[in-house]
């Protein structure tokens, strides 16, 4: 399917065909694009709607969802202002595809937009499963997040994230009252095929 370019984000939409599952809001890591995680989405979640967005910001040639100063330190003013931009976005797609709230599935970058998105407009999701994520702000504010279902897949050989960040997050959401199921793979940064299933047997449950 084209990419569609309104005045918000480039994204792509698939529209679903179980009206039972939530959509997914698919948020792509550094230097992917809008394209990057929908045979994921079409994996883990048969039928469900895919809302996936490019992020605006440019490192060198790789779409971000926010600015960083370098690996792991962020631009937190920017990481503020980018993810109520989003959330913003996510409240017209919403609208314009009629949709529930969705629940993200983001990787890397995409997954530390998607944990700011439930710490500073938890309305926007219905839950977020974060695959390689860390605590995207040093001190992070207070969130309602009762009942919502988060799943956190960290990487036991990961090189980017280091161990302590995804528990500290891990720990944010629990506070605010997320049901928090954090699991640690023996893998890297990359995706994968643990990974794909327990999206699978965690997004059958959504
Ligand atoms: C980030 O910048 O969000 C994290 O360092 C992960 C990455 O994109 O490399």
């Known amino acids: 399917m084209d990419a569609v370019a309104t005045t918000d984000f480039i994204h792509v939409f698939e529209p679903g065909t179980e009206a039972s599952r939530p959509p997914l809001l698919l948020l792509h890591g550094t230097g992917g694009n809008e394209h990057d995680l929908l045979p994921l989405g079409r994996m883990v979640a048969p039928g469900a709607s895919l809302l996936s967005p490019r992020g605006k910001v440019l490192e060198g040639a790789m779409p971000r969802f926010f600015r960083r100063l370098a690996e792991g330190v962020f631009d937190e003013a920017d990481l503020t ?21 969705p629940v993200a599935l983001g990787f890397s970058n995409g997954a530390n937009i ?6 500073l407009r938890p309305e926007v999701l219905a839950g977020a499963a974060l ?11 207070k969130a309602d997040l009762a009942g919502k279902r988060v799943l956190i897949l960290s990487g036991a050989l990961d090189p980017i994230i280091p161990a302590e960040d995804a528990e500290r997050l891990a720990q944010t959401l629990s506070a605010g009252g997320a049901l928090v199921d954090h699991r ?12 794909v299933g327990l999206l699978r047997g965690w997004l059958d449950q959504a």
């Open 114 to 119: 998607a944990a700011s998105l439930l710490l």
């Open 184 to 195: 640690i793979l023996p893998t890297g940064h990359g995706l994968s095929q643990g990974d």
């Open 131 to 141: 695959v390689r994520a860390m605590s995207p702000f040093r001190k992070p504010p």
């Open 81 to 101: 202002a980018r993810t109520h931009e989003l959330a913003d976005f996510v409240a017209e797609a919403r609208k314009r595809y009629d949709l529930p709230a």
